[in-house]
């Protein structure tokens, strides 16, 4: 796990070429290239977003690449159609490839590129260097970073609740056994493995894990106390040639 996000929230990505020699205020940022100006509009499907195309610099060299990530409801569909046609103006390529966006750090550019290279044969692959174009889209993407590891954490959090309630349920059945301990204590080495990998991508530093070491803290309290009372019973079901 190096810490990427598979772009749940846009549907769809476009690679447009970013042109020398211009220079357009528009809402997806000030770039260097005179294109598409979108207005910040809710999309529904009760109102359709109007786009203004801004004509294309005619420049067969471009100084780099500009990723656009977007989502649209399905319903109606002449929202989709009208963006799609007036980005493909722009020579906006839809790549029928997966994407994701990954942090950058020389370990995580280490990595992809051993993963890229394992990858050789089966299709087509990018490796693209990519910033916000301002301030508030890169509160979006940092704001999709951390929905992202929150989700997991949560995740977590109810697999450490679930390990809790297992305990509870084992002193009340009377299922109190070293057996049950061994596979307790499996369990929460998993519980604490999956953190390390969260935690690993976490770079935004989220104040959930707090929470987690808390919880995982009552589970080993909980499991030691689980664990004194089965040592009991193990020795009381002994036979007497083994106690002495």
């Not at 750090?105 to 590129?113: D, E, G, N, T």
Request: aromatic share 8%; glycine share 4%; hydrophobic share 35%.
């Amino acid at each position: 796990m190096v810490g990427h996000i598979a772009l749940p929230h846009y549907e769809y990505l476009a690679i447009l070429p970013l042109y020398d020699g211009c220079h357009a205020e528009n809402n997806i940022g000030s770039v260097s290239f005179n294109a598409l100006r979108l207005q910040t509009y809710s999309f529904n499907s009760n109102y359709e977003a109007p786009l203004t195309l801004v004509k294309a610099v005619k420049n067969p060299k471009t100084s780099g690449w500009l990723l656009f990530g977007y989502d649209v409801p399905e319903k109606p569909s002449r929202i989709r159609v009208r963006i799609w046609r007036q980005l493909k103006g722009l020579g906006a390529l839809y790549p029928q490839m997966s994407f994701c966006i990954l942090p950058d750090s020389m370990a995580i550019r280490s990595r992809l590129r051993d993963l890229a290279s394992t990858m050789e044969g089966y299709g087509p692959r990018i490796i693209l260097e990519a910033k916000t174009t301002n301030k508030p889209y890169l509160d979006t993407l940092l704001t999709l970073f951390k929905e992202d590891v929150e989700k997991e954490y949560q995740e977590l959090a109810e697999e450490c609740d679930e390990f809790l309630e297992e305990i509870k349920k084992n002193l009340r059945t009377g299922n109190v056994t070293q057996t049950e301990v061994s596979e307790l204590e499996a369990a929460l080495e998993g519980l604490e493995r999956w953190l390390t990998r969260i935690k690993r991508r976490d770079f935004i530093g989220s104040t959930t894990e707090r929470k987690i070491h808390k919880l995982l803290n009552r589970c080993h309290r909980d499991l030691l106390t689980f664990s004194a009372k089965a040592q009991p019973k193990q020795m009381s079901e002994m036979p007497k040639s083994h106690k002495h």
